[in-house]
Nanobody, 115 residues
């Protein structure tokens, strides 16, 4: 079993920054990618950013230039640095880990950006 523990969410004013962390533990083998998704009220869950085991990244257009994803393979941890936050970034952010045979999700951490 794999556990994902997210941290770093909270309430911030527009224009400020937050850093999310997601630490994976348990039976971790052959990680293909780790990343962040978000779900705003009344909307579908959407990709924010992901990074593969090889270091390639995929970042949503809506956050390009503001959000940066990084990964510490030794710690099985993925980070999301969020700068210049906007009210439309308000959502629950979920960490995702994709291995060769399964996909795991974290419990989610709430990010609220006030105008």
């Amino acid at each position: 079993q794999v556990q994902l523990v997210e941290s770093g969410g909270g309430l911030v004013q527009a224009g400020r920054s937050l850093r999310l962390s997601c630490a994976a533990s348990g039976n971790i083998f052959s990680i293909n990618a780790m990343g962040w998704y978000r779900q705003a009220p009344g909307k579908q869950r959407e990709l924010v950013a992901e990074v593969t085991s090889g270091g390639s990244t995929n970042v949503a257009d809506s956050v390009k230039g503001r959000f940066t994803i990084s990964r510490d393979n030794a710690k099985n941890t993925v980070y999301l640095q969020m700068n210049s936050l906007k009210p439309e970034d308000t959502a629950v952010y979920y960490c995702k880990l994709a291995s060769s045979w399964a996909v795991y999700w974290g419990q989610g951490t709430r990010v609220t950006v006030s105008s």
